[in-house]
Structure formats: structure tokens, C-alpha cells
């Protein structure tokens, strides 16, 4: 009878085990991408462990950085939007990535998936996570009020001093354009760069209760503020550094905490301290707003003009779409670099 019990145990644990198993996900390997005859010579990892060394020219003025966050909700998405930046890029293997993320582990699916990537990882430790959730007001989406979609705030601390410029991309894109053309974007006297849309309604962004008071509605008194996503940015981390401009976005996050001056999560603090100050960007860097909106996340069309990057921010994201075989058009677009595997079960 005891052995029996035992029995079911091992069974019981065995079908827990192959359900978890059956949950992950299971990427491929992404093919090598080379650099063409004309790039810059650049010396890269060979230690393939994600270590950024000084065999590494990380500080290169050839190099292109580029700064994204992982988690494991978004990694399929990231894994894909790392496949269409190399695809598309002239010089692929001069571009270094910075993921930032809570969960170290998520390496190793970066490493595996490219063998042959310079990249590095940055603990978004569970102290500056915490620091960061004391900040956060809640908002429309929880999907918003994640500490690490807040990261981009941090971006001149966490990444190395010597990084001058970087493009920061969310993980629910793909470019189908070549990233350099991104980051040779002029910055005039500017601190960020970002497609801006003057057509949208930019008071909507903030509360009546923003706009009635005195002092606060005079904040964009001397500028023609303009929507920007913040989920493309070419950022000068110099200016950001010598600005102090993560003490001003966290310092609207405070206020908000006291009086509500804002519905959406992260993007609010960046339109107070940046609209209408920033360089633009041609709209084909952005073409947004693919995941409809934040409630129901219906289907939604390109905008017109040319296409250098898919967006899919909103509430949609292509992957859930695809796997719940109720996808929209435009999420066969994304489906081309998509690395997961089918999962694979004890029985296989």
C-alpha cells in the first residue's frame, strides 16, 4: 500500500513536471548575421557569455547600442525584435545590446538563440525594482505599472559611462529598415529623439485636474508640446547624464502620487519633461499603435506613408494573437522572425 502511495506521488510529480515543461517556451536558434565589406572593424565577445570585457570595444564611436528590457512575459518578443535588428542591419555584428531585466536567468535564452551576439545583462535588482514600484501610480493597464517598464528612466545609470548614444526599443516591434539609419539621428541641442504626432490630442494625456491648476498648466508654457512614444527613442546619455533627467521624470512621478495628474504609466513623466523639446523623427520609425488600444486591443491598420518599424504597443501583442489563432493582418508581418519552437513534452 505504501509503495502504491509512493507510486502516485511520483506519478503526481511527474504530470507537474511535464505540465511546467510543456509551458516553456522553447526558442531556435537565429542564423549568423555578417557585417558588409564597408563596416567598421569592431572587436567582439568570444566568450559567448554575455560579458561585456575589455576585448570588447564597447566604447567605440562605430558601434551601435541599443537598450531593451527582458522578461519572461515579453521574451518572445524581444527574441524577435533582436532578429529583425540584425536581418535589416548593414553591420550587424557592430551592434551591442543592453538587456535590462529582474530575471538573470533570461541569458541564457538570449546566448542560445544567438550564439554569436555582444551583448550584456543588467540585473534590475529586486532593491531598485522596489525603489521603482514606490514611484509607480496605478493606471489604466497593469500591464503598465511593471517596475521594469519604468527602466528606460534609469538607462544613463545603469549602462557603462563610456555609451554615449543609444537606441532604446520596446520588445513588441520589428524593424524592417537598417537600425544605423536610426542612430545617426540628429540631435541638435536635444536629449532624445522620437517620431512625434502634433495630431494627437496632447491634452488628453493628462487630468482635468492638471490643467486647472495655475502652476502646473503653465509647464508647457514656453514649448509646443507634441505626443511622442517612448517606446522608440534615440537617447544622448551624455545630455541625459549632465541634465539630471531621471530626477525630473521621478520627480512628476511623486507629484503624481499625491494629486492625480496623469492616467497612462510611464509615458506622462517623459511628455512633461521632454515634449516639445525634443529632435523628431521620421514617422516610418514608429509606426505604432498595432496592439489597438489599451482595453480591447482590436486589429488596427499601418499609417499611411512608408514602413522602417512595426509597433505593436497597445493591448494586443502579435505572439498571444497568433497562438490564439485570432490574429490580425498585420500580424503576419511579425510572425517571420518569431524564434519559438513548438514546446516539447517528456513524451517527445
Excluded at 513536471?17 to 565589406?37: C, D, G, H, T, V
Excluded at 505604432?288 to 486591443?297: K, P, Q, T
Amino acid at each position: 500500500m505504501l509503495v502504491h502511495h509512493h507510486h502516485l506521488i511520483i506519478l503526481s510529480l511527474l504530470s507537474v513536471l511535464s505540465a511546467a515543461i510543456s509551458r516553456q517556451q522553447q526558442f531556435k536558434e537565429a542564423p549568423q548575421f555578417y557585417n558588409s565589406p564597408s563596416c567598421p572593424t569592431i572587436l567582439h565577445n568570444d566568450n559567448n557569455n554575455g560579458s561585456i570585457n575589455a576585448n570588447n570595444n564597447v566604447c567605440s564611436e562605430d558601434a551601435v547600442h541599443v537598450a531593451m528590457t527582458l522578461d519572461d512575459q515579453y521574451l518572445r518578443g524581444s527574441l524577435a525584435a533582436v532578429v529583425s535588428i540584425l536581418q535589416h542591419s548593414t553591420c550587424p555584428q557592430n551592434i551591442y545590446f543592453h538587456f535590462i531585466t529582474t530575471d538573470p536567468s533570461l541569458q541564457f535564452a538570449i546566448s542560445s538563440s544567438f550564439p554569436y551576439l555582444t551583448f550584456r545583462v543588467y540585473p534590475f535588482s529586486d532593491s531598485a525594482a522596489e525603489a521603482v514600484r514606490g514611484h509607480i501610480s496605478t493606471s489604466i493597464r497593469s500591464a503598465l505599472d511593471c517596475p521594469l517598464n519604468y527602466a528606460r528612466n534609469y538607462l544613463a545609470d545603469i549602462l557603462p559611462t563610456c555609451v554615449r548614444r543609444v537606441v532604446y526599443f520596446d520588445s513588441d516591434l520589428v524593424l524592417v529598415d537598417d537600425i544605423l539609419k536610426l542612430s545617426k539621428t540628429p540631435l541638435g541641442d536635444s536629449v532624445l529623439a522620437a517620431p512625434e504626432y502634433c495630431n494627437a490630442n496632447f491634452t488628453s494625456y493628462f487630468t482635468p485636474s492638471f490643467w486647472s491648476n495655475p502652476t502646473l498648466s503653465q509647464t508647457f508654457a514656453d514649448r509646443n508640446p507634441c505626443y511622442f512614444n517612448t517606446g522608440v527613442m534615440v537617447i544622448d546619455l551624455e545630455r541625459w547624464r549632465e541634465g539630471d533627467y531621471t530626477t525630473k521624470i521621478i520627480e512628476w512621478m511623486e507629484l503624481q502620487k499625491r494629486m492625480r495628474i496623469y492616467a497612462l504609466g510611464s509615458l506622462p513623466p517623459f511628455l512633461l519633461v521632454f515634449a516639445g523639446r525634443i529632435s523628431p523623427v521620421d514617422h516610418r520609425w514608429n509606426q505604432h499603435g498595432l496592439g489597438g488600444d489599451n482595453f480591447r486591443g482590436l486589429c488596427r491598420d499601418l499609417h499611411p506613408g512608408p514602413v522602417s518599424l512595426l509597433h505593436w504597443s497597445g493591448k494586443g501583442k502579435p505572439w498571444a494573437r497568433l497562438d490564439s489563432n485570432r490574429p490580425c493582418p498585420l500580424d503576419a508581418l511579425w510572425a517571420p522572425y518569431d524564434l519559438l519552437k513548438t514546446p516539447f513534452s517528456l513524451e517527445s
